[in-house]
């Protein structure tokens, strides 16, 4: 009996433990403290650790070998085993890893090739290949070729993913609806976005329920979702996180001569400034045909999906979804922390902030995106490099569907400027 009763407590000890990795650092903890989906989908921590070993074939270009997720751009920090946006948590008496909020929205800037990245919480994941990483996740299980093509490198599918879970019928989805491909945009200053009609299509207005969107992006869903740690992250992304301010010179004469330029064109849709985001149509949305950018993210978003999302929650009606909305255009964002949001637009379409001023004939139709060299000239990161050391970036195709870079062009929206008046504007975004 008493034999028994230690192997009983033994197994209910190790088959009920359920323990994060846990951070008192409230960025390491946005870096790598668990939402809780490694309850669901976590991959067990020593096949993390070998897979890379064993299936070595399947990891592109020349890796480091203490760092071999940074095949796919995962960002490794000095004295961390797992890279940013991946989490530990012991499940069952196994010790699991999966990724969280940072994998999407941490980037790294470099000065130069030869620099140190610098690591900045908050930023649009502009590194990390999530589609390598899935291929490279299938090729070891199945050890064929995969061929999901919505996930592309700092990019993701928000949308369409939701439907499969939701049992859509895919085969009768309209193709109209298929390319949900966009950009990962930067979350700071989630506090002072509140009310604000949010989302690339504005079409949620609730901060919190756009968490805890997000967090099905983390393999979290409601009966998995660790509510306490995804608390800490909002209070965070709620109260503190911001953007590091523009790190090379600015000619503060160039730009005090593009504030008012910015003030008659683009506050009222933009805000005051970087800091300030009052504004008559701040957080508001622009009509498609006005605003003329590529609507596929758009129409991926439909009436069947919105009413549908109410349903999930089902079993707990105060976190339900109750403030998304079918719209008909882009929301007008904030512009915080600008200079690192870069390729811009919700798909990622145009390279820099300088392209993003001239009309879409003159914006580059081909481009690079995945290095993270900043160009301070152009703003926005260089985008003409194909590859670096055996790894490839991302060629952008703005011919493809879902890809256009046209629109947010004419008289309103900068791009019939004069070149001098261009030049101030972009010195005074950098400020932002
Ligand atoms: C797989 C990538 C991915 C993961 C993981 C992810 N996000 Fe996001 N996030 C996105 C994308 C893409 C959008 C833009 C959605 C759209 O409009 O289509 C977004 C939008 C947001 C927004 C809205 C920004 C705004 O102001 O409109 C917030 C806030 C946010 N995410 C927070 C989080 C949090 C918190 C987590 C972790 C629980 C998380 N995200 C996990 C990709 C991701
Ligand atoms: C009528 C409202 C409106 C005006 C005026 C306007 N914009 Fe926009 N802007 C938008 C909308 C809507 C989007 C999102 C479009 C999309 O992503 O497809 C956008 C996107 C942007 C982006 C991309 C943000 C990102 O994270 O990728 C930048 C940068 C920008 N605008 C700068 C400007 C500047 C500079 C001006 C003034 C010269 C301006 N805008 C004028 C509505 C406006």
Request: proline share 7%; aromatic share 14%.
């Amino acid at each position: 009996m008493a034999l028994f009763l230690v192997f009983a407590i033994y197994a209910l000890v190790r088959f009920s433990s359920d323990v994060p990795v846990t951070y008192t650092n409230i960025e390491d903890h946005f870096k790598y403290g668990s939402t809780g989906g490694e309850r669901g989908s976590g991959i067990p921590y020593s096949l993390w650790k070998v897979m890379p070993i064993i299936f070595r074939q399947y990891l592109p270009g020349d890796y480091d070998a203490l760092k071999p997720y940074s095949a796919f751009g995962f960002i490794y920090e000095e004295g961390k085993d797992l890279p940013v946006g991946t989490s530990r948590r012991n499940v069952q008496g196994i010790d699991r890893v999966f990724l969280n909020c940072a994998i999407c929205h941490v980037g790294t800037v470099r000065d130069t090739p030869e620099s140190k990245p610098r690591v900045i919480a908050g930023m649009p994941a502009n590194v990390v290949d999530l589609q390598g990483f899935e291929r490279f996740l299938f090729n070891c299980a199945f050890d064929e070729n995969f061929t999901a093509q919505r996930i592309l490198p700092g990019r993701v599918d928000t949308f369409n993913p939701p439907k499969v879970l939701l049992n859509f019928r895919m085969d009768r989805v309209p193709a109209s609806e298929w390319v949900g491909n966009c950009d990962l945009p930067s979350i700071w200053n989630q506090g002072k976005r509140k009310g604000m009609w949010l989302h690339w299509d504005g079409n949620n207005n609730s901060v919190e329920e756009r968490n805890r969107s997000a967090s099905f992006g983390t393999g979290a869903n409601p009966p998995t979702l660790d509510r306490a740690s995804m608390k800490r992250t909002e209070d965070w992304l709620y109260n503190d996180a911001a953007p590091p301010a523009y790190p090379y010179p600015i000619d503060q004469a160039l730009a005090a001569r593009g504030e008012p330029v910015y003030t008659e064109y683009c506050a009222q849709c933009h805000g005051k400034n970087g800091r300030d985001f009052t504004g008559q149509y701040v957080g508001q949305v622009t009509r498609i045909e006005i605003i003329g950018t590529d609507r596929h993210r758009l129409d991926s978003y439909t009436e069947e999906l919105c009413a549908n999302q109410s349903l999930l929650y089902a079993a707990f009606p105060e976190e339900r979804f109750k403030h998304f909305r079918k719209t008909y255009g882009y929301a007008n964002h904030p512009l915080d922390g600008v200079w690192l949001r870069a390729p811009y637009l919700h798909n990622g379409s145009v390279a820099t902030l300088r392209d993003l001023l001239e009309p879409a004939a003159n914006r580059p139709k081909i481009f690079y995106r995945g290095y993270d060299v900043y160009d301070p000239k152009r703003v926005g990161f260089i985008s003409d490099v194909p590859s670096e050391k055996g790894r490839a970036h991302f060629r952008f195709d703005t011919n493809l569907p879902g890809n256009g870079n046209f629109g947010h062009e004419g008289r309103d929206y900068g791009t019939e400027l004069g070149a001098g008046e261009k030049e101030a504007l972009l010195e005074y975004l950098k400020t932002f």
